[in-house]
């Protein structure tokens, strides 16, 4: 059609018109190609800066460091736990940390399942499967508060097996063992003893020894408050024999722990645990004395003497009578924990059975 409209006659010479057409076609050619720059690079213009705005909106998450993040946690733990139970955390998380940081891993999410099994395994190497295990329950802990404030995407610790214990029992004192380290007590170390007797002589746990404060003693009514692990306080007797032995306490604080480091009343802002354990350690010099195993410490001592109060009774009393006295005493919740304790410690032994075992009595059994 343009062609026709331009003069263009089929059948013709139209030379004349190629002239006329060419410039037309350049000018088309070249304003075509103007056209498509213009639109070329507005849109690649676009297209960068579409980029760049999206870049910038899409910020990485800053990573938070090991120290940071741990910290956090055990804050939240300090709000919410005792002082006794933030300790079980603290400690554990700690080691932790510096193991971590000896292995030059800083950043909380580089922190994987394997580097979790790698640091208990050295944690197992250098203690027991129990003390692997409680790690392993610690962390655990931990890495849920930081999946709950999401600092973490999961806590994949209790997808990591507890390994398999054999519980290790205090052994009684035999009567020999008991005498060597009680003279060997009064002559190096007699804060130490008088720790010892509020174990053996009012059946205490030794952590409910550490938890005791001046106000928990009421010497003119002869009783003592306990802090329990199964009930906020249970209410024990002070036997005479223990009286005797007590310091005068009537112008200490009230406030004050009954045990320190150095003396009977006192100040000793520690974590319960930690109490325990320096008394342990302390302990532990004692018994080294007479190649004492790990089988004795000092609960030892509070095997010893129920067994001990539990024989005595026996002389005068039957068994169902004598567990019923026992269980006032001792501190049991219940009849049956009395008895499966009981049991565990050998409280109970035959008497003498050799008379029939008896050659005599053995071959009128055999006749009949």
């Not at 010479?13 to 190609?33: G, H, I, M, Q, R």
């Not at 300790?87 to 580089?110: M, R, T, V």
């Not at 009680?182 to 008088?194: H, I, P, Q, R, T």
Request: proline share 5%.
């Amino acid at each position: 059609m343009k062609k026709l409209e331009a003069g263009y006659i089929p059948n013709s010479d139209n030379s004349s018109l190629k002239s006329n057409s060419s410039p037309s076609t350049a000018v088309d050619k070249k304003d075509t190609e103007t056209i498509l720059n213009k639109v070329e690079q507005p849109a690649k213009a676009v297209k960068k800066t579409t980029t760049a705005a999206i870049a910038s909106t899409i910020k990485e998450e800053p990573s938070t460091s090991i120290q940071e993040a741990f910290d956090f946690a055990l804050k939240i733990k300090k709000q919410s736990l005792s002082p006794n139970s933030y300790s079980g955390y603290h400690g554990p998380l700690k080691q932790f940390e510096k193991w971590l940081e000896d292995n030059e891993i800083s950043d909380i999410k580089a922190i994987t399942k394997k580097t979790v099994v790698q640091y208990l395994n050295s944690v197992l190497a250098r203690t027991s499967p129990r003390t692997r295990n409680n790690a392993r329950t610690s962390l655990s802990a931990i890495f849920t508060t930081l999946e709950d404030n999401e600092i973490i995407e999961d806590n994949f610790i209790p997808k990591i097996k507890p390994l398999s214990t054999k519980p290790t029992r205090n052994k009684t004192f035999t009567p020999k063992q008991e005498s060597n380290l009680e003279a060997y007590m009064k002559e190096n170390d007699k804060l130490l003893l008088s720790f010892v007797q509020f174990i053996s002589l009012c059946f205490l746990r030794p952590i409910e020894v550490c938890r005791l404060k001046i106000k928990d003693i009421d010497i003119a009514d002869k009783k003592i408050y306990v802090k329990a692990k199964n009930k906020k306080v249970k209410i024990k007797i002070i036997p005479e024999i223990l009286l005797n032995l007590l310091p005068d306490l009537s112008s200490a604080n009230p406030e004050h722990s009954l045990f320190t480091p150095y003396k009977i009343g006192g100040e000793w802002d520690i974590p319960e645990r930690d109490k325990r354990n320096y008394y342990s350690k302390r302990f532990k010099k004692a018994k080294d004395n007479f190649n004492l195993g790990v089988e004795y410490g000092l609960y030892s001592y509070r095997h010893t003497y129920i067994t001990k109060l539990y024989r005595e009774m026996r002389k005068e009393l039957n068994p169902s009578e004598t567990r019923s006295t026992l269980l006032g005493i001792t501190g049991h919740s219940t009849l049956s924990s009395l008895e499966k304790y009981l049991r565990d410690i050998d409280a109970e032994l035959p008497e003498d059975y050799s008379e029939f075992l008896q050659p005599s009595t053995i071959n009128k059994v055999q006749n009949g």
